[in-house]
């Protein structure tokens, strides 16, 4: 079997990629121990192959699963379980190839994403790379064996996504901000040239466990309801929560325009258009319409718009 490019959008909140079909798959960026589960509805299980009888198994998008957003995650075993997870589902073949990927080690060419800021500091690339280039690794994912061997990994940073945009679009100075569930890039750009750039750890995770704080509700109702929080059970009684939700995003969004007129110079008067991507998007639209005069667009399939763009710089840096 030869070489499979493989390219995976690992984020805070979700982990985006193409799956053996190519299609464009995600499940929520959380692990858990395995503990039995008997419902595994929209979750995913990897078995580890560490060695000689030590194996470890994880339950991959559970709810109450832990979700990997420290700054050192890249170096844990938690990403190590999301990112093969991943791999796994990207290698699923048609049914009459599934014997061939057992008995065979595949090689795979890897294309992963960091942070703007942390991808420019270079000390986490050289990490990653030696800690998955060139070894070979066992593993199982919802049944399926495999062994592969990771020939190359190319670390590609998150938000350029301005290569994606039409000729007329970057002639002029524009923003953007990638709305991640740990971390909020914000990129300006003149023209395809780079300008200021900021990682902050205030992603939309911020956002919904403050809206827990304020109402006591759980992150999973939130989460769920975020469309229709008018009448939400919170400790046995029924809530309204569209307030509560309406001043947290007044909060939140002006303190992203706050930080991102500290890093423009103090002030978007400059900036012709907004954009904005990744799975808050949608989210902070309509607020942020509300504060600020500047055209603002959001990205067709915003949660898939990092992924796509770290595809075409896999094909021309491979």
């Avoid at 690794?137 to 495999?146: A, G, R, S």
């Avoid at 301005?162 to 890039?185: A, P, R, S, W």
């Avoid at 423009?264 to 900036?271: A, E, K, P, T």
């Amino acid at each position: 079997m030869g070489k499979k490019d493989i390219i995976i959008d690992l984020g805070n909140g979700a982990v985006k990629f193409r799956n053996g079909k190519n299609e464009l798959v995600c499940f929520k960026s959380t692990t858990k121990l395995n503990s039995n589960e008997y419902d595994m509805t929209g979750k995913h299980e990897i078995i580890l192959h560490e060695g000689i009888n030590n194996n470890i198994y994880y339950v991959i998008g559970d709810e109450e699963g832990e979700y990997c957003v420290t700054q050192r995650r890249y170096i844990t075993e938690n990403y190590k379980a999301l990112l093969f997870t991943a791999i796994g589902i990207a290698l699923e073949s048609e049914e009459e190839n599934k014997e061939e990927n057992k008995e065979s080690i595949i090689g795979v060419n890897l294309g992963i994403n960091l942070p703007l800021t942390i991808y420019k500091e270079k000390n986490m690339e050289i990490i990653i790379k030696n800690k998955f280039e060139s070894k070979i690794f066992e593993f199982k994912v919802d049944n399926n064996e495999y062994k592969i061997k990771i020939e190359n990994v190319i670390v590609m940073p998150e938000n350029l996504v301005v290569g994606l945009l039409k000729q007329d679009e970057v002639k002029y100075k524009n923003l953007f901000f990638d709305l991640g569930n740990g971390t909020i890039d914000i990129l300006f750009t003149e023209g395809t040239k780079l300008g200021a750039m900021k990682t902050e750890y205030i992603g939309i995770d911020t956002l919904i466990k403050t809206m827990c704080e304020k109402s006591g509700a759980r992150k999973n109702q939130l989460i769920k309801y975020w469309d229709n929080l008018s009448e939400i059970s919170v400790k046995g009684n029924q809530k309204n929560l569209n307030d509560i939700k309406e001043d947290t995003l007044m909060d939140y969004v002006s303190e992203l325009i706050r930080i991102a007129e500290n890093v423009n110079g103090g002030n978007l008067d400059d900036v012709n258009r907004i954009y904005l991507l990744g799975g808050g998007a949608n989210l902070i639209e309509k607020t942020m319409k509300m504060f600020i005069k500047n055209d603002i667009k959001v990205f067709d399939n915003p949660q898939f718009t990092n992924l796509l763009c770290l595809e075409e710089m896999f094909k021309n840096i491979k």
